[in-house]
């Protein structure tokens, strides 16, 4: 088959390898390098760094809603499209142009979770797992005919970034598989249902501030569900703290309030204890070697 990859983060570089090992890719669709690091310079996208490291034709135009890219995309004589975490919305005339179409690597148990933030909002919101959904892909919002679905349990101890991983990898090993049945014309569609849906909003940067005002468990999934990014901070002084990992524990005071030597923070019920910290401009940092570098005593209250 000939196949068009339309990706752009490190999530669609793991089902792009994947598919290079298998297949012949034709041409890779990436958005275009954006400004990045300290200095500011164009840094291409990890689509774009692996597709050139591997001889694959890039294009990454701003946008294909105008007739020019369109007729660049359709001129292909694609068989069909794999997206994944692409981040440009695909006008009619380009799903409509591979033979086969465009299947997108969606990462949630679709129909929940559509949308921006899949992976943030499934932890945030204490399911017990979350998945990959492989989906022919039509105008609506992630709306498209399921093809295949794998499952990832998550557990109080996945953070987004852990989870973001696993599924990159399952998504690969299904679209693998995705495309060996769509060779043979063994991969049915199935119509989403119509109940279950639910959104995934992109996050929103104020979100990130940790509210222990809240029960332990649910800021225990704000904080793995933001991690590493944004980052789910609390305020000391005039500094933001990020924590990038945490756990439940024992333990109760007013909510914000350290109540020992361990970083164990006090929730609204029960408490979380902090493991992994950042402090702005360093890296992260475990719980003791944070502790003595920075005071934060037993009673000092978090806002």
Known sequence: MRIVFMGTPDFAVTALAALAAHYDIIAVYTQPPRPAGRGQQDRPSPVQIFAEGHGIPVYSPKSLKKPEPQAEFAGLNADVAVVAAYGLILPQAVLDAPKLGCIN??????PRWRGAAPIQRAIMAGDKASGVTIMQMDAGLDTGAMLLKGEVPINDRITAGELHDALAVQGAALIVA????????????????????TLAAKIDKAEAHIDFNREAATVLRHIHGLSPFPGAWFAHGNERIKVLKAERTEGQGVPGTIIDDRLTI???TGAVRLLTVQRAGKGPMEAD???RGYALPKSAVLA
């Open 105 to 110: 690597i969606h990462a949630s148990l679709l």
């Open 178 to 197: 995705a495309l060996d049945k769509l060779a043979q014309d063994a991969l049915p569609a199935i119509p989403q249902p119509q109940t279950g849906v």
């Open 266 to 268: 006090a929730c609204a």
């Open 289 to 291: 070697a944070f502790l």
